[in-house]
């Protein structure tokens, strides 16, 4: 019987095993994530304004089929010689393997703001945030990082303190020279008109030059007293992965052939894959981490089959910047949208990819009596 092994409970992870579970051979198919939850990330910043119910966001990983051997712990090594997994606890030897471990934030080894600093890897961390700005008066909100998680958490933490009628001083910090990196001049300037019209400042060209208990200095010299940073300004994959001496870009990701191999026998998808396609590398994105994770386990069938692979081709429905006053922009199927239908469409993608019917009943009532509350 042929062991496969699926690292990462993400969005690439689960569409790989959903996929694996129609085939109808026998397989030994184990689950390893160092988590006990599938934590839906797309939505956490709109925990921060009470949109909606962290609860909703998590999946218990064990609920996924009897068919699935469900293994908790921490990846620290592959041994792609010997077709071996390394972890915390234990070692699992694979037939076929497919890495799809995601990314977590990426502190540039500093681990004085590693400490400091809030971010949102999952719903816990969200909580924690939230913990703190319900029992402490906080003066600024400093948030490194003007991508689409630096700036939906910033709109987000102005609607939340609009509605307790509570000041405080939003501040956006990006190294670059401009917001949203590569994206558009025209969403540039849309969404640097939103975040003026809700009283969010941003800071280009600097970055958080140290941090001490409530005290944070930028490089150009700027103090905020009573502040806390968030911490927003790119990601990484996992420690194992950029310990692997195989191929990868400057992010970590492992570098993949047409087919999303990158070993024989081994598979990556989502996050942790760098694909190359008609000369551009894919950005990190959910409909594409969903689409490799099936395409890798269309990949690993044909293996276990005998049979040739198929070509991963990607297809870019588009993309949304979501601001949390309802003014949102983006391109879908070629087109710009702003405004309230990019909002509706976020989330009505976003209800259809969450994981369990209690979770997506949940998340449609915390929407609706959120509308209903204000």
């Known amino acids: 019987m042929k062991r496969i092994i699926v690292i990462g409970g993400g ?3 689960i569409a790989c095993l959903n996929r694996l579970l129609t085939y109808r051979g026998k397989i030994d198919l184990t689950l390893v994530n160092d988590k006990g939850d599938f934590n839906f990330l797309p939505m956490l910043p709109d925990c921060i304004s009470g949109k909606v119910n962290p609860e909703y966001l998590a999946f218990d990983l064990a609920n996924l089929s009897r068919r699935v051997n469900f293994v908790r712990d921490r990846v620290t090594g592959i041994d792609l010689k010997e077709k071996m997994i390394l972890a915390s606890r234990q070692t699992l030897n694979y037939d076929l393997l497919l890495v799809g471990s995601g990314s977590e934030t990426n502190f540039y080894g500093n681990d004085e703001i590693r400490k400091a600093a809030f971010k949102l890897d999952n719903v816990d961390d969200v909580k924690d945030l939230a913990g703190v700005m319900s029992r402490e008066r906080i003066g600024s909100y400093v948030i490194a990082g003007a991508g689409y998680t630096g700036i939906e958490v910033a709109t987000n933490l102005r609607i939340a303190l609009n509605r307790k009628k509570i000041k405080g001083r939003i501040v956006i910090v990006e190294r670059a020279t401009s917001i949203l990196g590569p994206l558009p001049q025209w969403m540039k300037n849309y969404v640097l008109a939103n975040l003026k019209s809700m009283d969010i400042e941003v800071f280009t060209e ?19 007293d009573d502040a806390i940073l968030i911490w927003a300004a790119g990601v990484e994959t996992s420690g194992f992965i950029r310990n692997l001496n195989i191929e990868k870009n400057p992010q970590g990701r492992i570098k993949v052939d047409e087919y999303l191999r990158f070993h024989d026998s081994c598979f990556a998808a989502g996050d942790a894959a760098f694909f190359s396609y008609q000369g551009n590398y894919l950005r990190m994105a959910v409909q594409f981490s969903i689409m490799q994770g099936d395409c890798a386990g269309i990949n690993i069938i044909k293996t276990l089959q005998g049979k040739e692979l198929v070509k991963y081709r990607p297809v870019d429905l588009g993309y949304i910047i979501p601001m949390a006053n309802n003014k949102s922009c983006g391109i879908l199927l070629g087109f710009s949208v702003k405004g309230i239908l990019p909002v509706f469409l976020h989330y009505l993608m976003c209800v259809y990819r969450l994981m369990g019917l209690r979770n997506k009943l949940g998340v449609l009532l915390s929407l609706a009596s959120y509308r209903l509350r204000w």
């Open 11 to 13: 969005f690439s992870g």
């Open 206 to 224: 600097s970055s958080v030059a140290g941090v001490s208990g409530r005290r944070i200095a930028l490089s150009g010299g700027k103090v905020f």
